[in-house]
């Protein structure tokens, strides 16, 4: 296709797509739960555990969805399962107005209302991207997740302030689905299966790449996993063990972060605005986390990533006591910069240790596990503070959980199939010693190892 006269490959078109529905699918289901809350607590009397277990009940249903969503990714594309997840998610969300009873309420916010815009969101797009995309992997998976970040920066304070205060919850939940409806129908619309189907490479065209990327993307190919074959690798299962105890600080501080910095003193007002300084350096970093996961050891990268994530969430542990606006929002900015990385790296180690010709499949059996581990979370950490009457013990496990998945990122090897033949290693490798004078060499075409 071609903009302003001059070609462009469509695979930016997805990643655009990509992110703008992450942002809306992210930001009415979990972004927007925090301002809420309050407000919903307040008049129904409902205790925290209760108010965050709908969204433990959406977890658990999405452990079913994902396992048959993946193929199903990978043989129709993501356009049909984003509409169908449309024509679930708008009225769940206008129904959101009409909740008197707790029943109602875990019906149409857990079973309807977070599986239909998880669906619509994360996993679906991210195959997607995955699969235009082979050497510009990170950069696109990078852009791309900026829609999630972008969703905690902006929903909660647009919510509260423009929406919840002028004209009430309910109200406002009718306006979300509006807003739903307008951002999210024609990005989903834009969506295609695969480079292929349009006589297009991952990366481009055949007169848009060089050889040796044409190579690399048939590598990728060929070499890609079938789900057996995937079930046979021991890097499937700390794939999914990293990803899943991770998840679990990031949902913490997203559900809960209002509450905690309420209970420190921060006004109404203040809280949404702190969290999101988590968001806005969350959003900030993502594309040079790509950057780097095109250009160095994706282990490397999430090692760095959780490290620093899980140091984050000890300075906002130790920064909420004092009260300190700067403070809080400087701490939360650290574990933001560091956790940004998660989405990018993830969808990195899925689509380079797996291939992505097979790539719904098997992240369809990865998915619901990691999804039954972070299930509880929102519960758990919300049931923590009704008995304990602190945050900080169920935060301090969520930053050891962080440390332990930055260690684990490190355990990881390459399934034997998809690791480089030795010569193509050596001469890589002699690449890296002695400068090329080719311009065509490119630190991203060098960075796979053996694993």
């Given at each position: 296709?071609?903009?302003?006269?001059?070609?462009?490959?469509?695979?930016?078109?997805i990643?655009?797509?990509?992110?703008?529905?992450?942002?809306?699918?992210?930001?009415?289901?979990?972004?927007?739960?925090?301002?809420?809350?309050?407000?919903?607590?307040?008049?129904?009397?409902?205790?925290?555990?209760?108010?965050?277990?709908?969204?433990?009940?959406?977890?658990l249903?999405?452990?079913?969805?994902?396992?048959?969503?993946?193929?199903r990714?990978?043989?129709?594309?993501?356009r049909?399962?984003?509409l169908?997840?449309?024509?679930?998610c708008?009225?769940?969300?206008?129904?959101?107005s009409?909740?008197?009873?707790?029943?109602?309420?875990?019906?149409?916010?857990?079973?309807?209302?977070?599986?239909a815009?998880?669906?619509?969101?994360?996993?679906?797009?991210?195959?997607?991207?995955?699969?235009?995309?082979?050497?510009?992997?990170?950069?696109?998976?990078?852009?791309?997740?900026?829609?999630?970040?972008?969703?905690?920066?902006?929903w909660p304070?647009?919510?509260?302030?423009?929406?919840?205060?002028?004209?009430?919850?309910?109200?406002a939940?009718?306006?979300?689905?509006?807003?739903?409806?307008?951002?999210?129908?024609?990005?989903?619309?834009?969506?295609?299966?695969?480079?292929?189907?349009?006589?297009l490479?991952?990366?481009?065209?055949?007169?848009?790449?060089?050889?040796?990327?044409?190579?690399q993307?048939?590598?990728?190919?060929s070499?890609?996993?079938?789900?057996?074959?995937?079930l046979?690798?021991?890097?499937?299962?700390?794939?999914?063990?990293?990803?899943?105890i991770?998840?679990?600080?990031?949902?913490?501080?997203?559900?809960?972060?209002?509450?905690?910095?309420?209970?420190?003193?921060?006004?109404?007002?203040?809280?949404?605005?702190?969290?999101?300084?988590?968001?806005?350096?969350?959003?900030?970093?993502?594309?040079?986390?790509?950057?780097?996961?095109?250009?160095?050891?994706?282990?490397?990268?999430?090692?760095?990533?959780?490290?620093?994530?899980?140091?984050?969430?000890?300075?906002?542990?130790?920064?909420?006591?004092?009260?300190?606006?700067?403070?809080?929002?400087?701490?939360?900015?650290?574990?933001?910069?560091?956790?940004?990385?998660?989405?990018?790296?993830?969808?990195?180690?899925?689509?380079e240790?797996?291939?992505?010709?097979?790539?719904?499949?098997v992240?369809?059996?990865?998915?619901?596990?990691a999804?039954?581990?972070?299930?509880?979370?929102p519960?758990?950490?919300?049931?923590?503070?009704?008995v304990?009457?602190?945050?900080?013990?169920a935060?301090?496990?969520?930053?050891?959980?962080?440390?332990?998945?930055a260690?684990?990122?490190?355990?990881?090897?390459?399934?034997?199939?998809?690791?480089?033949?030795?010569?193509?290693?050596?001469?890589?490798?002699?690449?890296?010693?002695?400068?090329?004078?080719?311009?065509?060499?490119?630190p991203?075409?060098?960075?796979?190892?053996?694993?």
């Amino acid at each position: 296709m071609t903009i302003f006269g001059r070609p462009v490959f469509y695979g930016w078109v997805i990643v655009v797509a990509a992110f703008v529905a992450q942002f809306v699918a992210v930001g009415v289901q979990t972004s927007v739960a925090a301002v809420f809350a309050p407000e919903m607590v307040a008049e129904f009397g409902w205790s925290r555990f209760q108010f965050f277990f709908a969204d433990t009940i959406g977890q658990l249903l999405l452990m079913v969805i994902g396992f048959m969503l993946g193929p199903r990714v990978d043989r129709f594309g993501a356009r049909p399962i984003m509409l169908s997840a449309a024509v679930v998610c708008i009225p769940a969300l206008v129904l959101m107005s009409q909740v008197d009873e707790y029943w109602q309420y875990i019906v149409v916010r857990g079973v309807f209302l977070v599986t239909a815009a998880s669906v619509s969101g994360f996993l679906v797009v991210s195959i997607a991207v995955s699969k235009w995309f082979v050497v510009k992997r990170g950069q696109a998976l990078g852009w791309t997740s900026m829609g999630v970040s972008m969703a905690g920066l902006f929903w909660p304070t647009f919510t509260a302030a423009i929406l919840i205060e002028p004209l009430g919850w309910r109200t406002a939940w009718v306006v979300l689905a509006l807003c739903y409806a307008v951002i999210f129908l024609p990005s989903a619309l834009l969506m295609r299966r695969r480079p292929e189907d349009h006589g297009l490479l991952p990366d481009g065209g055949p007169t848009q790449l060089r050889p040796e990327q044409i190579q690399q993307a048939a590598h990728d190919e060929s070499t890609s996993l079938t789900r057996s074959e995937a079930l046979r690798s021991s890097s499937f299962y700390l794939i999914v063990l990293i990803f899943g105890i991770s998840v679990v600080g990031i949902f913490a501080i997203l559900l809960n972060g209002v509450f905690f910095l309420r209970e420190h003193g921060l006004s109404a007002a203040q809280a949404p605005l702190a969290v999101g300084a988590f968001s806005l350096f969350s959003m900030l970093t993502k594309p040079p986390w790509g950057w780097a996961l095109d250009r160095w050891d994706t282990r490397v990268v999430g090692f760095v990533s959780f490290a620093l994530g899980a140091i984050g969430f000890v300075l906002v542990i130790n920064a909420g006591p004092t009260g300190n606006f700067a403070i809080i929002a400087g701490a939360l900015a650290v574990m933001g910069a560091g956790i940004g990385g998660n989405i990018p790296i993830q969808d990195m180690f899925w689509a380079e240790y797996f291939g992505r010709r097979y790539l719904g499949a098997v992240r369809a059996v990865g998915f619901p596990v990691a999804m039954g581990i972070s299930a509880l979370t929102p519960s758990l950490v919300a049931l923590a503070y009704d008995v304990i009457g602190s945050y900080d013990y169920a935060f301090y496990v969520c930053s050891g959980l962080w440390a332990a998945s930055a260690l684990l990122c490190l355990m990881l090897r390459l399934p034997a199939k998809r690791r480089m033949p030795l010569e193509t290693l050596v001469r890589r490798i002699a690449a890296l010693i002695t400068p090329s004078t080719n311009p065509a060499a490119r630190p991203a075409d060098q960075k796979r190892g053996v694993g």
